[in-house]
């Protein structure tokens, strides 16, 4: 597809139970992001990805929270016992920080992100 | 916490030039300042990036002072459609590096 996409765009749980959410980065890129958004609040980073490894996971909030991307492309969320705390849009984006010789390779393209209400 | 700061809100009638303001008086020579918006239900959407020049692209033009100490967003003919919060963020260009978002400020449009 052109953009990042994300699925589901909207989901309802209650609480302890376990969710995941996906991302489609932009073909070719090889740097993913997940941020989550509060209501009222600029996104907060999670994790990131170079490639299949998570070069940076200082933004998870504690271990409920994790996140794959097996094969370089698509990534999932995944967030054990869920609490109304986690709440937010989690918006995933994409780039293609690293690659050399590319038009703004420096930008980071988000999806529309998903909103989970945890009940 | 984010290097910038902006005002939380901004109103500017339709037609008329949007001017967005925004300090990071503790920004660093290797750091470029970027803007971007995120329309309402959204992912937040690049707009321009600068180190110390001028810049203008087809959606703005960024002004950045001489001391880099503030910079100035502007949309020179605003529209509804241009109705969104708008981040500053300040950040080494072309590093696999997260983007540390602040508040914003909510641009309103008025027709």
């Known amino acids: 597809g052109a953009g990042v996409s994300q699925t589901p765009s909207n989901k309802v749980t209650e609480k302890g139970k376990y969710v995941e959410l996906r991302c489609d980065p932009i073909?070719?890129?090889?740097?993913l992001y997940w941020y989550r958004q509060s209501l009222g609040q600029g996104p907060e980073f999670l994790i990131y990805?170079?490639?299949?490894?998570?070069?940076?996971d200082s933004g998870l909030p504690n271990d409920r929270f994790f996140a794959v991307r097996p094969e370089g492309s698509v990534s999932t969320l995944k967030i054990q016992r869920t609490e109304r705390g986690d709440s937010a849009v989690y918006l995933c984006?994409?780039?293609?920080?690293?690659?050399?010789?590319?038009?703004?390779?420096?930008?980071?393209?988000f999806g529309p992100g998903t909103r989970l209400t945890v009940l | 916490d984010a290097k910038t700061t902006q005002p939380p809100s901004m109103d500017c009638a339709e037609g008329r030039a949007a001017n967005l303001p925004c300090n990071h008086s503790?920004?660093?020579?290797?750091?470029?300042v970027y803007w971007y918006r995120q329309i309402h239900s959204q992912g937040p959407q690049y707009i321009i990036h600068?180190?110390?020049n001028n810049e203008t692209n087809e959606m703005a033009s960024l002004i950045i002072t001489e001391d880099r100490k503030s910079s100035t967003l502007i949309l020179p003919h605003a529209t509804l459609r241009d109705t969104a919060v708008y981040y500053c963020?300040?950040?080494?260009?072309?590093?696999?590096?997260?983007?540390?978002f602040g508040k914003g400020t909510r641009l309103h449009i008025l027709p």
């Open positions: 600068g180190l110390k």
């Open positions: 990805f170079q490639g299949t490894g998570a070069a940076d």
């Open positions: 503790t920004i660093s020579g290797n750091e470029y």
């Open positions: 073909s070719g890129h090889t740097a």
């Open positions: 963020i300040v950040n080494v260009r072309n590093r696999d590096d997260k983007i540390i």
């Open positions: 984006a994409s780039s293609l920080i690293g690659v050399p010789g590319t038009m703004r390779a420096d930008t980071q393209y």
